[in-house]
């Protein structure tokens, strides 16, 4: 059987991405982790410690801030755009739009839109999704919209009344120990970063900067994307999930609150979700060997985690495989592999 870094480093030489990190463990240890491959073309050697633009895995750690809230009665999953943004109770479309169907992407919002073409700042940006037609089709149809939660990130803002970077730094990176892991990154990093993709709208490679557009329309800051981390930083978060405490065994998630945000809101809906993550089923990245109750999230740059809980076993791979082109689809065959890799030479 392939070891995992035998495996990764045919990735790389097959051009499934430049280079990778991973780290896989339990509740109480990092049982593997190790770099592979180069950050991008000319560039250094990735490390333990490269940070990667995390896109839509950014979602879970401002799932993690909501759910916070939520644990001190500031917020309810029945809670609505209007109670929350005062913009919206003037659209009664949206207006009654819960924070439970954001986080299990069922709400009418839209997505797929490329919003940054027309809007020239977050202010822009923000009013164009107030706008926006809502979707047609059944409310309790799975679709996967970033403008979910760049509204859910609007709330959160909210309930703390700072901006969403400080209450992510607040509620979740300290907590947790995330250190590595911020938005926007600041130039002292920078050599640690692994850049995306040559971007036409940009006109230029992007390295430092969040690689979805609509992000850095809003500001480099979004629930939807923006995050870099490192894929030990990532597994403190993945290990809170199999533990509900902080690394240094502090309380973090109640038990019955960890129950609630991976429960399976959508079965015959499409796809599987919870509250923030995927649920393994149709179209989740697992792989053929992790249990039918683990869950996790991808990102569209090439980062994913993934947590079993019954085999007790979390596994988050971070890669930048759309360097120097976002046309290589080769990540989705890898996660599947690298997920049954992680199970047959760690689970219990």
Avoid at 75 to 103: F, I
């Amino acid at each position: 059987m392939n070891t995992i870094r035998d495996y990764l480093e045919s990735c790389v030489e097959q051009g499934a991405f430049p280079g990778a990190v991973w780290n896989i463990g339990t509740k109480d240890q990092v049982l593997e982790q190790g770099a592979v491959g180069r950050l991008g073309t000319g560039l250094d050697c990735a490390r333990l410690d490269s940070l990667y633009d995390l896109a839509s895995v950014t979602k879970i750690i401002v799932t993690y801030a909501l759910m916070q809230q939520l644990q001190e009665g500031l917020v309810r999953l029945e809670d609505t755009l209007g109670d929350w943004l005062p913009d919206y109770r003037s659209h009664p479309d949206k207006a009654n739009v819960t924070l439970q169907s954001l986080l299990t992407h069922t709400s009418i919002i839209p997505g797929r839109l490329q919003l940054y073409r027309h809007a020239h700042s977050r202010e822009d940006l923000l009013e164009a999704i107030r706008w926006q037609v809502p979707r047609s089709d059944s409310p309790q149809r799975v679709f996967y919209t970033s403008k979910g939660y760049i509204l859910l990130g609007e709330v959160v803002s909210a309930v703390d009344a700072m901006p969403l970077d400080q209450v992510v730094s607040r509620r979740v990176l300290m907590p947790l120990g995330m250190e590595n892991t911020c938005f926007n990154p600041p130039a002292e990093m920078l050599d640690r970063v692994a850049p995306t993709e040559f971007c036409p709208w940009r006109n230029r490679v992007v390295r430092g900067q969040v690689h979805d557009e609509n992000a850095v329309v809003l500001g480099g800051v979004s629930g939807h994307a923006g995050l870099f981390s490192t894929a030990g930083d990532v597994a403190l978060a993945a290990r809170v999930m199999l533990s509900g405490q902080t690394a240094k065994g502090d309380p973090y998630f109640h038990p019955a609150l960890i129950r609630k945000m991976t429960r399976n809101y959508t079965a015959g809906c499409g796809e599987n979700r919870g509250l923030g993550f995927m649920i393994a089923g149709p179209n989740a990245p697992a792989g053929d060997l992790m249990s039918p109750g683990s869950f996790g999230h991808t990102g569209f740059t090439g980062t994913s985690l993934w947590i079993d809980p019954e085999q007790g076993l979390y596994a988050v791979l971070l890669s930048n495989r759309v360097h120097p082109s976002r046309d290589n689809p080769a990540i989705d065959r890898v996660r599947h592999i690298f997920h049954n890799l992680a199970v047959l030479q760690y689970a219990k």
